[in-house]
């Protein structure tokens, strides 16, 4: 199926209720599809990834992100930062991710404040992880639970299978929204409420693409919103 950005976040938050997203003329704005088949000026902080332009039978580019095996400090994964970025208040991130291979090995998308070069110098402020076969989230001590389905079951990962993924931080409130779609059918399969995230840090300056395995990636937007409670 040729490549697809599912525009129907919106419209599931304003069908529950909830919250409405809407964007906002200023702040960070960027994006990343692959067309063009050049690879994204985005830096392996550790020297440990490989990076290459896939193509799929239906002619769609993506992005393929994988370990080398070049451990730095005992880090076995790799590591791929964006441009810094410096948002404040509202967060959109929007992706597609597909995991070739091993889901065990699982991958993650981290929005991070990073203050020096070692772990301990680094906040982990909101993330959306794979891990043991299912997707996962950040609850507010920093670690990872598995999301639950609109079906109420946690949700697996199926191998070679294309998720779009939009996640919304307001970093003032410490607040968090996940969407999970399958990008072919356009299906809702997750969606989280507002859920707490770490406090304490208003902004980021750094979004990170990690794994230990193979970890494809697709129509990246990340973007400022606002945030308005429906009556």
């Known amino acids: 199926m040729k490549k697809m950005i599912i525009a129907a976040a ?8 909830i919250f409405a997203y ?6 960070i704005s960027m994006g990343f599809t692959f067309d063009n088949g ?8 550790y020297n440990n990834a490989d990076m290459s332009i896939e193509k799929e039978e239906n002619e769609n580019k993506y992005l393929k992100l994988s370990y080398n095996g070049n451990a ?9 930062s964006l441009d810094p970025i410096y948002p404040k208040g509202i967060l959109q991130v929007d992706y597609d991710v597909m995991y070739p291979e091993d889901i065990e090995l699982g991958g993650s998308i981290q929005l ?3 203050q020096g070069p070692g772990e301990n110098a680094t906040d982990m402020v909101a993330r959306v992880a794979v891990e043991y076969g299912y997707f996962r989230t950040q609850d507010k001590t920093g670690g990872l639970y598995s999301v639950v389905g609109v079906d109420g079951q946690k ?4 191998a070679g299978k294309w998720y779009s993924v939009k996640l919304i931080v307001d970093f003032e409130k410490a607040k968090q929204v996940l969407y999970i779609f399958d990008r072919d059918t356009e299906e809702l399969l997750v969606y989280t409420e507002a859920r707490d995230t770490v406090e304490g840090n208003t902004s980021i300056n750094r979004i990170t693409f990690s794994g230990r395995g193979e970890m494809c990636i697709d129509n990246v ?8 409670k429906l009556n």
């Not at 949700?155 to 199926?158: K, M, R, W």
């Open 10 to 17: 919106t419209l599931a938050v304003c069908m529950t209720g």
């Open 22 to 27: 809407t964007g906002r003329a200023n702040d």
């Open 38 to 45: 050049i690879l994204p000026d985005w830096e392996p902080l």
């Open 72 to 80: 730095n400090r005992g880090r076995e994964y790799f590591d791929v």
């Open 112 to 114: 991070k404040r990073m």
């Open 155 to 158: 949700t697996a990962v199926e």
């Open 221 to 228: 937007r990340i973007y400022n919103t606002r945030c308005e």
